[in-house]
């Protein structure tokens, strides 16, 4: 793993790019003096992304998560971070909100120095047939998982350091293609398409792009409206007997952010062999 080495001497106190912009709220941060690699998460304070997180802390990154509307989530996903000994950050940004986005990359820069690894995880999954999708939960699904998806993807491209790795999401329902999650799918078919195409534009900088499309996941995002009879028929009909674990997921991303260099511009399908 190419690793990049710089020292943070002191990463508290406010920053004008962020702590006084109502769009970045950072949360908190410890003093550390480190060297390590840093990664961005969003969607990093709760689910799928939470456990990337840690895992990524355990690894020895310094993390960056980037969160929606629940505070208390992120703050406690930081104080796991700084359990793990590397220094954590919280901003409270809207991944579809460029503007703000470019200001979150820009005070990871300058507080940890860099960012080598950024994890979109933040995700949206509202269900409907398609004879009956609300067209304003359209706009928002399309909001969230494909503009926000694109502007994060963005920002990693200008600013992760050589020798660093972008991983969007996908979904196992590309394959499965269930009724009621085509408005879903079809936001992550476009990230599917999209990473074979950076990675290309990304040419001689050393970087990786790839989308990890997970199966049926125990997080609140896969729980939400299911019955436990229908959770527990999802479970049984996977040739490893079970639902996939956050911890599973984040396992393919960490190795996709450092070590697995040679898989690049692909779709990862971590699903248990269910599709
Ligand atoms: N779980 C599954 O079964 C499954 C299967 C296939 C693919 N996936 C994909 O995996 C990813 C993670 O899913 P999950 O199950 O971990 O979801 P989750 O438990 O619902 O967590 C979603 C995370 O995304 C954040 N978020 C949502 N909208 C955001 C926005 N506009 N800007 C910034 N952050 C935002 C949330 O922050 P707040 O808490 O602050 O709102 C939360 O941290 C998603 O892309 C999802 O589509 C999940």
Redesign the pocket.
């Known amino acids: 793993m190419t690793g990049h080495h710089r020292m943070v001497s002191n990463v508290s106190g406010t920053h004008p790019g962020t702590t006084t912009r109502h769009h970045n709220k950072e949360h908190t941060m410890s003093t550390a003096s480190t060297t390590s690699r840093v990664a961005v998460v969003?969607?990093?304070?709760?689910?799928?992304?939470r456990a990337i997180t840690r895992r990524l802390a355990a690894d020895g990154y310094d993390v960056a998560v980037?969160?929606?509307?629940?505070e208390s989530?992120?703050a406690t996903t930081v104080k796991e971070i700084e359990a793990a000994g590397r220094t954590g950050l919280a901003y409270k940004?809207?991944?579809?909100d460029a503007p703000a986005v470019e200001r979150v990359f820009e005070a990871v820069e300058e507080r940890l120095g860099g960012v080598d690894a950024v994890i979109n995880?933040?995700?949206?999954?509202p269900l409907a047939p398609v004879a009956g999708i609300d067209l304003d939960v359209l706009d928002h699904v399309l909001r969230?998982?494909v503009r926000?998806a694109i502007v994060v993807a963005q920002q990693a491209a200008q600013k992760v350091r050589d020798g660093g790795a972008i991983v969007l999401?996908s979904?196992?329902?590309t394959r499965t293609r269930l009724p009621t999650y085509g408005a879903y799918a079809a936001t992550?078919g476009a990230i599917e398409v999209l990473v074979p195409i950076l990675a290309k534009e990304l040419a001689g900088r050393d970087i990786t792009v790839n989308a990890v499309?997970?199966?049926?996941?125990a997080?609140?995002?896969?729980f939400e409206g299911k019955p436990q009879e229908l959770v527990d028929r999802i479970a049984g009909a996977n040739p490893l007997g079970r639902l996939g674990t956050?911890e599973d997921i984040a396992e393919v991303v960490a190795t996709l952010a450092g070590p697995a260099r040679w898989i690049n511009g692909q779709t990862v399908f971590a699903n248990g062999g269910l599709a």
């Not at 969003?42 to 992304?49: N, V």
């Not at 980037?66 to 629940?70: E, I, K, Q």
């Not at 997080?219 to 896969?222: A, D, G, K, M, P």
Request: aromatic share 8%; hydrophobic share 30%.
């Open positions: 969003t969607g990093g304070s709760r689910g799928i992304g980037v969160y929606t509307s629940n989530e992120a940004t809207d991944i579809a995880s933040a995700g949206i999954m969230t998982n926000g999401f979904t196992t329902v992550k499309a997970p199966g049926p996941t997080t609140e995002l896969f956050p």
